[in-house]
């Protein structure tokens, strides 16, 4: 099992940046493939960006191809998404996900069996 623990979010405005990091506990956190979820009010949430196990393999949902990158640091069993040019439509609570089976690829929520929290980014025009 893993715990994830979210930190990071606020207020920014618009153009402006953010980076996101998520904790995790136990000792296999390299096990697992990590991801990146979001979720605005009165929206489903949708996949972001995920992370192979290794840090090889990146991915990312169109919307934030180019302005948001993943990354993880496995000895300080840490996922981080660094967020650039941020958009008033990027507001939303941001959780962070991992499974042991998700591939690189893996954008459905479902495929993910630990959640973080939540934490909230609000991006101001």
């Known amino acids: 099992q893993v715990q994830l623990v979210e930190s990071g979010g606020g207020l920014v405005q618009a153009g402006g940046s953010l980076r996101l990091s998520c904790a995790a506990s136990?000792?296999?956190?390299?096990?697992?493939?990590m991801g990146w979820f979001r979720q605005a009010p009165g929206k489903e949430r949708e996949f972001v960006a995920a992370?192979?196990?290794?840090?090889?393999?990146?991915y990312y949902a169109d919307s934030v191809k180019g302005r948001f990158t993943i990354s993880r640091d496995n000895a300080k069993k840490t996922v981080y998404l660094q967020m650039s040019s941020l958009k008033p439509e990027d507001t939303a609570v941001y959780y962070c996900a991992a499974d042991q089976n998700a591939g690189a690829r893996s954008t459905n929520s479902y495929e993910y069996d630990y959640w973080g929290q939540g934490t909230q980014v609000t991006v101001s025009s």
């Open positions: 136990g000792r296999t956190f390299n096990y697992y493939t």
């Open positions: 992370i192979s196990r290794s840090g090889s393999i990146t």
